[in-house]
């Protein structure tokens, strides 16, 4: 069964809550550095999955979508920005949640408008057949991407793109030697 790509956004914006909602929970500083690594897994791969795949077709189909693109990408590095500071901080440093909070904060500003106006807007210039291949099309992306912030590379295909593809690998062979929650292990793997 295909999802609309509104409704896959939205499921990626509840994993990104989930976690950081265990990461709030968390109790000692390894079970810390495991969300912290999850959760900069999760935000990284997603907003180059929107920047790769939604951004485009917003840009496309909507109405003043460059407006849309231009606004989007420009909290994307605001918030890539911040998830840089956030995926380099030890987890004892006592600025780790409050600067997790920041970086949520934005994030979820950045979700409620995504979700309540720019997908909608999409939804509603494009087909059910359309909407079903970008959440495809999506999701497929995410698996390819890099899964750390790098807000030094350009946000834009093809540069993007490229850039992201040389820079993923690294990200992934990395993350293998990363602390990760228990219950995701098999998820990252």
């Known amino acids: 069964m295909s999802s609309r790509i509104l409704d896959t956004i939205k499921g990626d914006h509840q994993e990104?809550?989930?976690?950081?909602?265990?990461?709030?929970?968390?109790?000692?500083?390894?079970?810390l550095t495991a969300y912290q690594n999850k959760l900069t897994w999760e935000i990284a791969r997603h907003a180059v999955g929107e920047e790769l795949v939604v951004i485009p077709a917003i840009e496309?189909?909507?109405?003043?979508?460059?407006?849309?693109?231009?606004?989007?990408?420009?909290?994307?590095?605001?918030?890539?920005e911040q998830l840089k500071k956030f995926q380099n901080m030890s987890s004892s440093d006592s600025e780790f949640l409050p600067t997790a909070q920041t970086l949520m904060s934005q994030v979820l500003e950045n979700h409620m408008g995504e979700t309540t106006n720019d997908l909608v807007k999409l939804e509603g210039a494009i087909t059910r057949d359309e909407s079903n291949r970008l959440s495809?099309?999506?999701?497929?992306?995410?698996?390819?991407?890099?899964?750390?912030?790098?807000?030094?590379?350009?946000d834009r295909p093809p540069f993007e793109t490229a850039l992201g593809l040389m820079t993923a690998p690294v990200d992934q062979l990395v993350d293998v030697f990363r602390t990760w929650p228990e219950d995701d292990v098999d998820q990252i793997e």
Request: glycine content about 4%; hydrophobic content about 30%; charged content about 35%.
């Open 16 to 31: 990104i809550e989930s976690v950081y909602g265990r990461l709030k929970q968390a109790n000692d500083p390894e079970e």
């Open 60 to 80: 496309k189909y909507v109405r003043v979508g460059r407006d849309v693109a231009d606004r989007e990408l420009h909290e994307h590095r605001v918030i890539k």
């Open 136 to 154: 495809r099309s999506f999701n497929r992306t995410k698996m390819f991407v890099p899964t750390r912030a790098h807000p030094s590379i350009p």
